[in-house]
């Protein structure tokens, strides 16, 4: 379990969705009981109460259909704040809840339960699995599902590898502010992978990911300065943004 945690980092640690602000909430009308149910709950977990949030949640996830509370469950249950009778139903849970909040449009939900199928946590492994939520956790505007499926159509990982298709979800992923898929789309007109090669665009999402401090968009930029390509020929720029780079951990960079 503490490797799942550490593999969903700070998504799960992020996420707790109120029926006032969430993505969702549009989609469903919910019933004074079911929004004062999921309110009490989220009082309790913000008041550090995980126990009493959890059985708030799920009432509201089993028997009142509330996706958002499926979805607290799910992060809940993920972190580890709260456990079942084992460590494996424990995961078990948080992938069903999660599975749950994804089957009711909360893309987050879609996110969490694709990691559970790609790490093999409460459920067998499953990679086509994982492909399938991520891109659901990206139709739902989730960058990061955007650039897990990118990543997994770049290699080939439950999914025919098709690099085009890759670059279209990192395009996706950076207009998210996934500052790495800024990098990676940079890379691909750098390259002429799954795009025609063109320079000038390849500089403008490198010149993108660095400013979002991607030391490796930095190093990208770098590169191109030093040839021209994309951009004039500077090398005093060139160097500004390896250093750039080095002081953002790109340490094999740094003199």
Not at 238 to 245: D, F, H, K, P, T
Request: glycine share 12%; charged share 15%; with cysteine.
């Amino acid at each position: 379990m503490t490797s799942f945690i550490a593999n969903i980092g700070v998504v799960a640690a992020l996420v707790v969705a109120g029926l006032g602000g969430s993505a969702h909430a549009y989609l469903q009308d919910y019933t004074d009981e079911q929004i004062a149910n999921h309110s009490r709950a989220l009082q309790f977990q913000r008041a550090g109460n995980d126990e009493l949030a959890a059985s708030l949640y799920t009432v509201g996830c089993y028997d009142h259909g509330v996706v958002e509370s499926c979805l607290n469950l799910g992060i809940l249950y993920d972190l580890g704040r709260i456990s079942a009778s084992s460590s494996a139903r424990t995961a078990e849970l948080a992938n069903e809840t999660l599975q749950m909040a994804c089957d009711g449009g909360m893309a987050a939900g879609c996110l969490l339960a694709g990691i559970h199928y790609a790490t093999g946590d409460g459920v067998a492994q499953n990679y086509a699995t994982a492909a399938s939520l991520y891109r659901r956790a990206c139709d739902g505007d989730d960058a990061a599902g955007c650039l897990r499926a990118g990543r997994y159509y770049a290699v080939g990982r439950g999914v025919a590898q098709n690099y085009a298709t890759a670059v279209n979800f990192f395009r996706r992923a950076c207009e998210g502010d996934e500052a790495q898929a800024c990098t990676l789309v940079g890379n691909a007109y750098e390259r002429g992978e799954g795009v025609a090669q063109n320079y000038t665009t390849a500089a403008y999402y490198l010149r993108r990911a660095c400013r979002s401090d991607d030391g490796a968009g930095c190093v990208g930029l770098s590169l191109l300065y030093y040839d021209g390509n994309g951009v004039p020929q500077n090398p005093n720029e060139a160097r500004r943004l390896l250093q750039r780079a080095c002081a953002l951990g790109r340490t094999a960079v740094c003199e």
